[in-house]
């Protein structure tokens, strides 16, 4: 009888073993696939973004912002132009980032994805480029970029009294150079 509860016991403890080994690795598992996810969705959007600015194309750098940042966002015709017009004369030669940051899960929505650029201009100059984009399938209406922000300067040449910009779940389309940024 003793050595009946002792293999039953053993073979509980292995179960209970094997089953907390599974769950845990299934939890990396999801985060890997979710920093794996907003890496990749992230990335489509920049290269959109880029390539509506280096086309000039309005329209299609439009169609990327969410049909709410759309309704919310104030002159979003204006400040597109204002936009594409930073780049006058000028192509984003690359890109450069880490992985996105972002907030939620792939089980709760909204998902929030946010990427930061350093860019090289065909001009050598350097900008940097933000943008922020949501991805929601409980509400079609909010998936989409909702926030671009351009630094038209370096990190090395931003001003030590620059207060950081818009905060990063602001609707807009936010652009500061030298001579026009928030200060502290």
Do not use: W
Not at 151 to 166: L, W
Request: charged fraction near 30%; include cysteine.
């Amino acid at each position: 009888m003793k050595k009946l509860i002792s293999v039953t016991i053993c073979f509980l403890m292995i179960l209970t073993t094997a089953f907390c080994l599974t769950a845990c690795k299934s939890r990396t598992d999801e985060m890997v696939d979710l920093e794996t996810y907003t890496t990749k969705q992230m990335n489509k959007t920049k290269n959109k973004v880029i390539k509506c600015i280096n086309e000039q194309d309005k329209e299609g750098l439009k169609k990327l912002f969410s049909k709410d940042a759309q309704k919310h966002i104030e002159d979003l015709d204006g400040k597109l132009d204002q936009l594409i017009g930073a780049f006058t004369g000028n192509k984003i030669k690359s890109a450069k980032g880490l992985s996105p940051a972002f907030e939620g899960s792939a089980d709760a929505h909204p998902l929030h994805i946010y990427g930061k650029y350093h860019l090289t201009l065909n001009s050598e100059g350097k900008s940097i480029l933000y943008i922020s984009l949501c991805k929601n399938d409980d509400d079609p209406d909010k998936e989409g970029v909702f926030q671009i922000e351009l630094r038209v300067f370096s990190r090395e040449e931003t001003p030590k009294d620059f207060n950081g910009g818009p905060y990063k779940d602001d609707y807009g389309i936010f652009i500061y150079t030298l001579q026009n940024y928030p200060k502290e």
